[in-house]
């Protein structure tokens, strides 16, 4: 029962993740959100041997091809690349992998039981091509988030690629590692592995378009601007409590560094002192006084 666990977990976040109000209005995140719901639920039905393993297991795979599919379009969503990956084609493509697996035998031919009494495939003659797939759909997603965190790296699109990048980070250790052991001969399930890999993605992605949570999220990423003007306010604002044990602080002097701090790390994201004003609810006058003096 405990190799149920993760998979118990996962299908328990991700039903969670429904009820969340953005969920339905990012159209590839909803449909990833799906396909990685039915991907935990086939995996955690074959726990309960039924007698139809490989059934169960064949629409474990094909709720894989589908998770793949839309984790990639979600990321040429998030990179604003969507003319690198066609939808129409993607989906295409998925589609015929799914039905290959599923009505025939040659990717997925038997299963196997093992010891911890959770079944694993026994590969066809075409396995491989699932194994491209999942590689492929995975190294392009990846490929296009480093390419617009790197290009895109002054702007919001670019925070997000590189939060997605290391969301995606468990999800892009495992596959492969998974593959490799498969290619050796090693009967494994990482099932539950993947789905709470997937379920962290989620997590992720959902909270992107948020800009709030994506610069709370930035802040814990080592160099950002976000963690510098994080940890340069947090310096100044713990002075606030010196005064407590008898130390002597320069109160305007203080509160007007963490002004001329706000308003320089607000001035890099907006191209025009009049939106840095028209954001802080300041008049232009008052923003140039506030902007650090040039040497």
């Known amino acids: 029962m405990i190799w149920m666990l993760p998979s118990a977990i996962a299908l328990s976040i991700k039903c969670f993740l429904f009820f969340y109000s953005n969920v339905v209005k990012q159209k590839y995140f909803f449909y990833f959100l799906v396909a990685a719901f039915s991907l935990n639920l086939s995996e955690l039905l074959g726990f309960f041997r039924f007698g139809y393993d490989l059934i169960f297991l064949k629409l474990y795979y094909c709720s894989a091809v589908s998770t793949l599919l839309f984790i990639s379009l979600t990321c040429s ?138 610069f709370t999220m930035m802040r814990f990423i080592p160099y950002s601007r976000e963690r510098k003007f994080h940890l340069e306010l947090k310096a100044l604002l713990m002075k606030f409590s010196l005064p407590a044990s008898g130390t002597s602080v320069d109160m305007k002097k203080l509160i007007k560094e963490i002004e001329e701090l706000v308003v320089k790390h607000t001035s890099q994201y907006f191209n025009t002192q009049k939106e840095v004003a028209k954001i802080l609810n300041i008049s232009e006058s008052s923003l140039s006084r506030k902007l650090p003096k040039k040497e």
């Open 77 to 214: 969503e998030i990179s604003e690349s969507r003319r690198i990956i066609p939808p129409i084609i993607s989906m295409i493509t998925a589609c015929m992998l799914a039905s290959a697996i599923l009505f025939s035998n040659q990717i997925i031919s038997d299963y196997v039981i093992l010891d911890n009494n959770t079944a694993t495939r026994v590969a066809g003659e075409y396995y491989f091509l699932f194994q491209l797939y999942a590689v492929g759909a995975i190294s392009l997603s990846i490929f296009l988030l480093v390419k617009n965190s790197i290009r895109r790296r002054g702007d919001l699109t670019g925070k997000r690629c590189f939060i997605a990048l290391i969301a995606m980070l468990p999800l892009f250790l495992i596959v492969p590692l998974v593959i490799t052991l498969m290619q050796l001969g090693y009967k494994i399930n990482a099932a539950g592995f993947f789905s709470l890999s997937t379920c962290f993605m989620l997590f992720v992605f959902i909270s992107l378009n948020d800009k709030h949570k994506l």
